[in-house]
């Protein structure tokens, strides 16, 4: 069975913290993304890697970092976390190519309170 | 720039059908998705349709786009409490664009 696993399922850190989020695929996909979700808002790309160590912006990469080192694993990191980026944050991947449906696979999610 | 809309709750009696309607705004979108979010767990694909298609029909589950509107809809017919989820529409030309998900709540 294919899988995106994301360590934490749930945490709870302090304002500023450094907060690290794994997310893991076994599926060889070229694509990965950071998203966040949050109630009424539906899904807000945060990053998105297309290759090893290659990682792209999304609509909100303000207060993130990523890390890609390897292709089966896209880290996000909170340099100095804040209240506003408690939130509910899906990893998911994808293989590559430009043509064909863009179909995503979902970890489970982390759910990150910051207090 | 783009959007996706999608109301975000409907409420539908068990053995009704359940009708998730969604517009879009990018006249270039190549694809357009329908995921499913249960509790607790992240998005899952339901189905999708390519742009020149108008309907597809998966068992109990049939999308209709009307492209002249930027309209798209999920029917899932004779819906069970396990359809108990989030919604999400999506368009992709380049990225995927999200609606903010259609909670379906099941009244028995």
């Known amino acids: 069975d294919v899988k995106v696993t994301q360590s934490s399922r749930y945490l709870v850190k302090r304002t500023g913290e450094k907060v690290f989020l794994e997310c893991v695929q076994d599926?060889?996909?070229?694509?990965m993304f950071w998203y966040r979700q949050d109630p009424g808002l539906g899904l807000r790309l945060i990053y998105f890697?297309?290759?090893?160590?290659?990682?792209e912006k999304g609509d909100i990469p303000e207060g993130y970092s990523v890390s890609r080192e390897k292709k089966e694993r896209f880290s996000l990191i909170l340099e100095s976390a804040s209240t506003n980026q408690t939130s509910m944050y899906l990893c998911?991947?994808?293989?590559?190519?430009?043509?064909?449906?863009?179909?995503?696979?979902f970890g489970a999610g982390s759910r990150l309170t910051v207090l | 720039g783009e959007d996706v809309e999608q109301s975000l709750f409907l409420s539908v009696r068990e053995g009704d059908s359940s009708v998730i309607n969604c517009t879009y705004t990018?006249?270039?979108?190549?694809?357009l998705y329908w995921y499913k979010q249960e509790p607790g767990a992240g998005l899952q694909l339901l189905t999708y349709i390519f742009s020149n298609m108008d309907m597809k029909q998966d068992q109990r589950l049939t999308v209709l786009l009307n492209k002249k509107d930027k309209h798209l809809s999920l029917r899932i017919a004779d819906t069970q409490t396990g359809d108990s989820a989030i919604y999400f529409c999506a368009d992709s030309n380049y990225q995927l664009i999200w609606g903010a998900g259609t909670k379906l709540i099941i009244k028995p």
């Open positions: 599926m060889d996909h070229e694509n």
């Open positions: 890697s297309y290759d090893v160590k290659m990682k």
């Open positions: 990018d006249s270039s979108s190549t694809y």
């Open positions: 998911a991947s994808s293989q590559g190519g430009e043509s064909g449906a863009n179909v995503l696979t």
